[in-house]
């Protein structure tokens, strides 16, 4: 599996329409965060996290935890159910939790959960996780782009992205984060204060086939949520693709029926695990 995309529009100010978007091979690569504002370790994995991008080309994307939270208010309902059916799996193999902060993830298939650091310190893990591959999706060839009609607070995107040149196997997902640049929250428990890079909503994006199957895309008329304090909202347009894995069904024990279906199911954990531990 994997993430592509990244490009972004600022909204900030009074623009009323623009674009963003490229080729695939020069989108930015794209760094997923799960925080939360009670969480004292979470700050030093995001230190860590900025120090490595600083000089890179990189869309951050932080999700806040949402389901059973008290103390945190930028999470969403939408958010952390898309963090379940991504990186849930992989995460409750690794650690038992399918939504555990810290948790690092680079172009949606490196990850790394907690803030102990496996090599010499968070820095070394970070980048060479940056480093790697994004399995392969990328491809010269191949646009992501969008158009917003609008002003900071409602307005219409139309969007579009190559699908031809990519694998017939692939599966994939569009969606439309909407994100603040900083917000400014002292209740915070874990001292940080100023929040960056806030994903304050999830949105699903319909893909219609166009140009002859050579494109999918669509349109959208979006009311945006308003900042948590100033004037700073974007939006990111992602692509998500997951390659399903090809299992041979086990032959069905007549007595009890169940060695068939339990197999499967060893086998997804299995993968799941080794993809936590990628790093």
């Not at 699908?163 to 400014?184: C, G, K, N, Q």
């Amino acid at each position: 599996q994997g993430v592509l995309g990244g490009y972004s529009l600022d909204l900030s100010g009074n623009m009323t329409d623009g674009s963003a978007g490229g080729s695939m091979a020069d989108a930015p690569s794209i760094a997923e965060v799960y925080t939360a504002t009670w969480c004292i370790n979470c700050v030093d994995a995001e230190h860590a996290l900025m120090d490595v991008v600083e000089n890179q080309d990189v869309t951050i994307l932080t999700h806040h935890r949402f389901i059973g939270e008290t103390e945190d208010p930028f999470g969403t309902q939408a958010g952390d159910d898309r963090w379940n059916e991504f990186y849930g799996e992989a995460s409750n193999a690794s650690v038992g939790m399918k939504r555990a902060p810290p948790t690092i993830v680079f172009h949606g298939n490196w990850m790394k959960v907690g803030s102990v650091a496996d090599g010499e310190s968070l820095e070394a893990d970070y980048t060479a996780m940056l480093e790697q591959s994004d399995a392969g999706a990328r491809n010269s060839d191949a646009n992501s782009e969008f158009t917003w009609t609008g002003n900071n607070s409602s307005g219409v995107i139309v969007w579009s992205m190559d699908a031809a040149v990519f694998p017939d196997d692939l599966i994939w997902t569009h969606r439309l984060m909407i994100v603040e640049h900083s917000a400014y929250f002292p209740e915070g428990s874990n001292g940080l204060e100023h929040y960056e890079d806030v994903v304050r909503e999830v949105v699903d994006l319909e893909a219609a086939i166009q140009d002859n199957g050579l494109k999918v895309g669509g349109s959208v008329e979006l009311q945006l949520p308003a900042a948590w304090d100033g004037d700073d909202l974007s939006l990111v347009l992602i692509h998500e693709w997951v390659r399903p894995a090809v299992i041979e069904p086990e032959p069905i024990d007549e007595k009890n029926g169940l060695s068939g279906f339990l197999a499967p199911l060893g086998l997804i954990a299995l993968g799941a695990a080794a993809m936590a531990r990628r790093d």
